[in-house]
């Protein structure tokens, strides 16, 4: 009897159709007739009646139509097969039962339609003709009805029998759950522990087919999940006496445990953490009816299990991308980063979540070390995806989680994250043993990729990040060198590496302790050959992708010791100057100015080394070793004092008057100066240069202590340290105002203020008027005396206190001394006819002042006064020029400079007076006047040219005589000279050169030609260049004389001249000529219309 309904069976199964048990299934999940259009609203009593009325119908169809046969076949054959109960006097139970026989059925039939599948060959003529589909593929609307059927099953089969606390229950789920909670019978047979484990052997048996697994773990995986953890591993309350009394036995709880395994292995790692961490524990749910149901808590045997399985998770191969994306898709974004990625990634809170459970050691692990080694390469992964929306996730979580495992193990934190990170800047490292394999020139030591990886991996730990844990910082220490190397060489030409180097190096300057920063910074410039830099082997190269990388430098040939000699020179400029950049975003933060006390105090150990204590002795008595070791410590000294002067240099230049941001940088900037000027005046080398540092460091402290900044006792405390030094110089500097003033400055330091001289005040307000020598603040004060001619004392104070808190960047104060009668000051803007014959004569004084600013000031006050037609100082302009004259041969570029702007001035607005003394002075010989001075009144006619404008043809003749005459002068710098001002004049006259043109191109044709000096003849080829520049199209008709003479002569120059910069002017000039020509063979031409009017 078993056997042919066996046979009679496996004959269903070849005939039964999937249309049929779909047909069944639909059957199964029609409303009945309780007239509602969902089961979703109904009640207790009509959703038994209706789940009994459709098992009734379907029973009949079986039974009665003869086209249901093979189904009722099938379905029999596959009942007798299973092992589990189906019968019930729970209508939830009967009704789950049947439906997990036709799953079943469906199985079996999609399994069989799909073995007995075998497509033909595709056809090569029609290759776009779609490939056959599989006979078991279901439909849209299939996938919709066995969606449906799956979540009866699961509402009724296994949701209700899970204990409290484990899986969401069904009542915080939706109002069909409630109702279903209510409907099913715990009493009746089989058990709830038997039913569960039922549904979920025969959803796992019907997972087996692809589709259908599908669509159950797709939706369904998570109460799946949690009956099988029920099953496998809940505490039973006693043990069974019996085998009958037992509901599940051990080997069924086996099953159910490899079960669970199993899935978790097979489905999308992130749903499997998604869905742990849902049975592990959660918030309150609320309901649909809007009251909130408090959710039990998860029992402690099942929150242990979902931990062993998350860390089980979690150590797997991609494990920790697997826990990433559990957490964060479960927070909103999708697989790819969907619409709330964005928020997501934002969400710092989520984050830390992760990397506190990334950073904790499981208990399945050996040791933290294990688990360290196998889990840190994979966030450093987290840091390299491409996708943008999960990159900018993943790479927060890598960077918190970084920063948490930093701080919680440093030590293998820094052996498994940090090392990996900075390998390839070791690797390049001074301190490091290259392989012999890899010194070979032209080896790269460090590929593109590494290299822009390592960086920006930096770039997020480091700067994004933003926690300067100590483990972190010290790892970056020894590699700041090479990362100032790698900033210097992006400077040189466009590179996406720049801006994060400048970063990095910006963020770590301002982390670190303000010793180690300074002595990082000495690394930088080269001050400390002890702090790790880059490799002598090793160079930065331009990739092939527009990248950096790092590569073994070519061997030195004799013949190229001089080029490597000035690569050598220019790169060490290059780094000062990038290093000057640098510390020019660090000025807030006062590490600029704590850096630039640290080089003034350098230059002050430069300029007291007394070069007598390096003399060796005799040779004699000396090895030819030692006497190289000598030689070589004394090309180092000579290398670092250069060093050092040119340090100080750029920082000044590249610094602004803010980088000093308080008073103890300030007092420190001053004990440097006083310093230098003590150790100078002990050498017998007090020059003017350390005379005027010395009177502007004394003035910046009087300025503090005549109120312009707010002092505490703590701040005298630290001015303090300027006493000894204060004392020092009134001992031993030879100028007795400054002797002076240094004991004026001690006294008012030791009482606190209390007492303060007159000279203190005059210091401080001589200094702020040489701070602002053009005058605003000046301006001010003389508008304020001219409504108040008592000016208060207060007002002046508050002037100072103004001007000295702009200054240094500290906060003003009231005036801390009495206030003192101010002097007249010769740089102050007066209105028209408001000059004082007082004013006059004292600004005449001080322009020949021995100190040079006062001397520069007083200049540029006379040439203001000139500019501004000044009648008082018009009447005496014959003395202007002479003050102006005599100053020219003064050897500082301000004073001569103030000198040639205040001449030029002058004989703009009297040019008849003037310029002929000028042309006088500039055409006499070497017995009257030095080169230099003639220089510098070439200067001034070149200056007075350009003003002149179109005025200058009236002095056309005088000029371009006495040019002319220059041309043939002896000196060559003056012929050079006299040739530049007739370019600049010729450019000028256009058609009013008349006449002298042939002058000027006979001259010119002879200087270029004849000349012995390589720089005479550049300056007659650049004013034929600025003579066709000048006239442009004009010169076919100024030039039509000469112009064939002066195309031959820039053809012998460009085929003859040995000098190629005379040459290129030569070329440049050519090309200005063949513009022109072009332009007037072939003029452009205009489309226009033109409207006669007749009369």
Same mark, same amino acid.
């Given at each position: ?10 004959r269903a199964l070849e005939t039964c159709g999937m249309e049929r ?68 006097? @729970? ?8 439906? &997990? ?33 599989? !006979? ?27 204990? !409290? ?7 915080? *789920? ?48 998570g109460d799946i999940a949690a009956g099988l953890c029920q099953l ?28 669970? *395994? ?105 040791? !933290? ?89 930096? #770039? ?21 060198? $090479? ?24 963020? %770590? ?85 704590? #850096? ?30 030692? &006497? ?34 308080? %008073? ?70 030879p100028d007795p105002v400054i002797q002076e003033l240094a004991i ?72 801390? $001394?009495?206030?003192? $009668? ?37 200049? *540029?006050?006379?040439?203001?006064? $000139?500019?501004? *037609? ?79 404008? @179109? ?69 007659? %080829? ?18 039509? @004389?000469?112009?064939?003479? &002066? ?49």
């Amino acid at each position: 009897m078993a056997a042919a309904r066996q046979v009679a069976g496996g004959r269903a199964l070849e005939t039964c159709g999937m249309e049929r048990i779909l047909e069944a299934l639909k059957l199964l999940l029609s409303p009945g007739g309780s007239g509602s259009s969902s089961l979703q609203i109904t009640k207790h009593d009509v959703l038994l009646a209706t789940l009994k009325s459709n098992l009734s119908a379907l029973e009949d169809k079986l039974l009665k139509d003869p086209h249901w046969k093979e189904l009722k076949l099938l379905r029999d054959a596959v009942a007798n097969e299973a092992e589990w109960p189906r019968g019930s006097a @729970d209508i939830t139970w009967a009704f789950t039962a049947q439906t &997990l026989l036709l799953l079943l059925c469906l199985k079996e039939t999609m399994m069989r339609l799909a073995a007995g599948f075998n497509p033909g060959k595709p056809n090569p003529r029609t290759p776009e003709a779609a490939p056959a589909l599989s !006979p078991d593929t279901l439909s849209v609307s299939q996938q919709k009805t066995v969606q449906s059927v799956l979540q009866f099953v699961v509402t009724l089969g296994v949701c209700p029998y899970l204990v !409290p606390g484990v899986g969401v229950p069904l009542k915080c *789920r939706t109002e069909f759950g409630a109702v279903v909670q209510d409907v099913v019978c715990l009493s009746a047979a089989p058990s709830a522990a038997r039913r569960l484990y039922t549904s979920c052997s025969v959803l796992l048996s019907v997972a087996q087919n692809a589709a259908l697994g599908s669509l159950i773990f797709c939706r369904h995986f998570g109460d799946i999940a949690a009956g099988l953890c029920q099953l496998g591993f809940c505490p039973t309350e006693r043990k069974a006496l019996n085998p009958e009394e037992e509901v599940l036995t051990e080997e069924e709880r086996a099953l159910s445990r490899e079960a669970l *395994r199993d899935i978790l292995d097979q489905v999308y790692q992130p749903l499997a953490v998604r869905e742990l961490l849902t049975l592990q524990g959660g918030a309150p749910q609320s309901c649909t009816d809007g009251k909130t149901q408090v959710r039990c808590r998860a029992p402690a045997w099942l929150r242990r299990l979902c931990g062993q399985l998350l860390s089980e998770r979690l150590m797997r191969p991609s494990g920790v991308q697997a826990v990433v994306r559990g957490i964060l898709e479960g927070a909103g974004a999708g697989a790819a980063g969907g619409s709330d990625a964005e928020a997501t990634a934002a969400d710092w809170k989520k984050c830390d979540v992760i990397a506190k459970i990334l950073s904790s050691c499981p208990q399945q692990s050996l040791s !933290p070390e294990d688990y360290y080694r196998d889990i840190c390469p994979q966030i450093l992964d987290l840091f390299h995806f491409q996708d943008k929306l999960t990159a900018r996730q993943f790479q927060r979580v890598a960077t918190t989680t970084f920063i948490t495992m930093s701080r919680e193990r440093p030590q293998l934190a820094a052996k498994y994250l940090l090392q990996p990170v900075l390998a390839p800047l070791h690797r390049c490292l001074n301190t490091a043993e290259i392989p012999e394999g890899d010194m070979v020139p032209g080896t790269v030591l460090v590929t593109e990729e590494e290299l822009s990886r390592c960086i920006e991996d930096v #770039f997020k730990v480091y700067v994004v990040g933003n926690d300067p844990v100590t483990v972190l910082v010290d790892s970056l220490l020894p590699v700041l060198g $090479v990362l100032f190397s790698l900033y210097c060489f992006t400077k040189q030409s466009v590179s996406h590496t720049r801006s994060l180097c400048q970063e990095i190096l910006l963020w %770590i300057l301002g982390k670190l302790e303000r010793k180690k920063a300074l002595a990082s910074l000495k690394g930088f410039a080269g001050l400390d050959r002890s702090v790790p830099s880059l490799h002598s082997l090793c160079h930065f190269k331009a990739a092939a992708q527009g990248g950096i990388m790092i590569t073994i430098k070519e061997a030195i040939c004799d013949e190229d010791e001089d080029e490597s000699l000035y690569q050598k020179v220019s790169s060490e400029q290059c780094q000062v100057e990038h290093l000057g950049d640098l510390l020019s975003h660090c000025q807030e933060c006062g590490l600029a100015g704590d #850096f630039f006390i640290l080089c003034l105090k350098e230059l002050t150990q430069v300029a007291v080394e007394n070069e007598a204590e390096l003399e060796t002795e005799p040779f004699s008595s000396t090895s030819l070793l030692e &006497l190289e070791q000598h030689q070589t410590l004394l090309v180092e000294d000579q290398e670092r004092k250069l060093l050092v002067l040119q340090l100080v240099a750029v920082l000044c230049e590249r610094m602004s008057e803010q980088i000093f941001t308080n %008073i103890t940088q300030v007092v420190d900037f001053v004990a440097a100066t006083l310093q230098r000027a003590c150790a100078s005046l002990a050498h017998q080398a007090e020059s003017s240069v350390e005379s005027q540092t010395l009177s502007m460091s004394m003035g910046l402290v009087a300025v503090m202590l005549g109120g312009a900044v707010e002092l505490k006792s703590s701040d005298f405390a630290v001015l303090k340290q300027l006493v000894p030094l204060l004392e020092k110089v009134s001992t031993t500097y030879p100028d007795p105002v400054i002797q002076e003033l240094a004991i004026d400055l001690r006294i008012t330091i030791s009482t606190h203020g209390a007492f303060t001289t007159e000279a203190v005040s005059v210091a401080a307000q001589s200094t702020l008027s040489k701070k602002d020598p053009e005058g605003k603040r000046e301006e001010q004060q003389q508008a304020s005396h001219e409504r108040h001619c008592d000016m208060s004392p207060s007002h002046l104070e508050q002037q100072q206190s103004h001007d000295m808190s702009r200054q240094t960047g500290l906060k003003p104060n009231p005036p801390l $001394v009495p206030p003192v $009668v101010r002097e007249p000051s010769i740089t102050t803007n007066q209105k028209s006819g408001s000059l004082t014959a007082e004013q006059l004569q004292e600004a005449l004084l001080s322009a020949y002042d021995p100190q040079i600013p006062t001397r520069a000031a007083a200049l *540029r006050t006379l040439s203001r006064w $000139v500019e501004q *037609r000044e009648p008082k100082a018009l009447e005496v302009q014959e003395k202007f020029l002479k003050v102006f004259l005599e100053n020219l041969e003064h050897e500082d570029t301000f004073v001569y400079l103030s000198a040639i702007q205040g001449a030029a001035l002058l004989s703009d607005v009297y040019p008849e007076k003037i310029l002929c003394g000028l042309l006088h002075q500039y055409d006499a010989g070497k017995d009257k006047h030095t080169a230099e001075t003639r220089m510098k009144v070439g200067e001034v006619l070149m200056r007075t040219v350009r003003a002149l404008g @179109d005025m200058v043809s009236k002095y056309r003749e005088p000029l371009i005589h006495t040019f002319l005459r220059g041309a043939r002068d002896p000196d060559g710098a003056h012929r050079a000279s006299s040739l530049s001002n007739l370019g600049e004049l010729c450019q000028r006259l256009d058609f009013l050169l008349g006449s002298v043109v042939h002058e000027v191109t006979a001259c010119l044709i002879a200087v270029a030609k004849t000349d012995p000096e390589v720089q005479v003849r550049r300056a007659a %080829i650049h004013v034929i260049v600025l003579l066709l520049r000048g006239l442009s199209q004009k010169a076919t008709e100024v030039l039509k @004389d000469v112009l064939k003479d &002066l195309y031959h002569l820039l053809k012998h120059v460009v085929r003859l001249e040995p000098d190629d910069v005379a040459k290129l002017h030569a070329q440049l000039a050519l090309e200005e000529l063949d513009e022109i020509m072009r332009n007037f063979l072939f003029p452009p031409q205009k489309l226009e219309k033109k409207i006669v009017v007749l009369p």
